[in-house]
């Protein structure tokens, strides 16, 4: 008898996000020039940030009504959710901007955009199976 193989864990999370419904997300990048004037080298100049689109992504929304983790604004943030992406989702980011891992691209983003609101990344999760890397799980909040 065989396993299930971690490749194929991971078609069948792209094909379950695809078939979800999935929507795009927004990671926010710092900018990797600066202008070159001397204002620019006192920090008196935003150099602005980069944009990459991940889609197909499910976002989950923690609410009150959904038992999520922060019920009140008064308690934390405003909005907090959960971002599911699969491999194929990160693929081509991971190639544009030539790093080893989606784990970098997470460890490296200012925030990501969903709905026209900037959200905060708190942190993330890989799931792995026969260790292949199927599922990345990512907490964020407003």
């Known amino acids: 008898m ?5 490749a194929a864990a991971a078609r069948a999370a792209d094909a379950l996000i695809r078939t ?4 795009e997300v927004i990671l926010l990048f710092p900018a990797a020039g600066m202008p070159a004037d001397a204002v620019a080298g006192l920090g008196l100049v ?3 940030v980069e944009q990459a689109a991940i889609s197909p ?13 922060r019920p009140r604004v008064s308690d934390g943030p405003r909005r ?6 699969g491999v194929s989702a ?3 980011q991971v190639s544009q901007r030539n790093v080893a891992s989606a784990d970098v691209l997470f460890e490296t983003a200012l925030g990501l955009v969903y709905d026209g609101e900037v959200f ?4 993330f999760v890989v799931e ?4 292949v890397a199927y599922l990345y799980r990512v907490a964020a909040v407003s």
């Open 57 to 69: 992504v499910i976002v989950r929304e923690f609410t009150m009504e959904s038992g999520g983790l």
């Open 46 to 48: 935003d150099p602005g």
């Open 80 to 85: 907090q959710i959960e971002l599911l992406a």
């Open 120 to 123: 905060h990344i708190q942190g």
């Open 2 to 6: 065989t396993g299930i193989s971690g």
């Open 90 to 92: 990160m693929a081509e």
């Open 128 to 131: 792995r199976l026969a260790g």
């Open 20 to 23: 979800m419904g999935g929507t």
